[in-house]
């Protein structure tokens, strides 16, 4: 079965930086769109950064110049950098892993999230 694990998060003061990373097992991982999302108390689900399998990458407007999306096929992991971090930043932050359902509708599968506390 599909198994994403993240790593890497922390708290770190404004300013400072942070890696993120995904470990995936149990699919295709060079064949797969990727992505960061993350999720703070009060808000809902944001995509935060996407890398597909051509590597076509993808930012939101509050984490471009800043963030970074990378991929190694070869060790089946997804990383985002995090750098210059705002206390806005601060959230869990979701692995995902997307695909297509038979019907073509899109389909998600999770890690179990990693926390960034930036202050």
């Known amino acids: 079965h599909v198994q994403l694990v993240e790593s890497g998060g922390g708290s770190v003061q404004s300013g400072g930086s942070l890696r993120l990373s995904c470990t995936g097992s149990?699919?295709?991982?060079?064949?797969?769109?990727m992505g960061w999302y993350r999720q703070s108390p009060g808000n809902g689900c944001e995509l935060v950064s996407h890398i597909s399998s051509e590597t076509d990458t993808y930012y939101a407007d509050s984490v471009k110049g800043r963030f970074t999306i990378s991929r190694d096929n070869a060790k089946n992991s997804l990383y985002l950098q995090l750098n210059n971090l705002k206390t806005e930043d601060t959230a869990m932050y979701y692995c995902a892993r997307k695909s297509s359902a038979n019907d073509g509708s899109p389909h998600f599968d999770w890690g179990q999230g990693t926390q960034v506390t930036v202050s």
């Open positions: 149990g699919f295709a991982f060079d064949d797969s769109d």
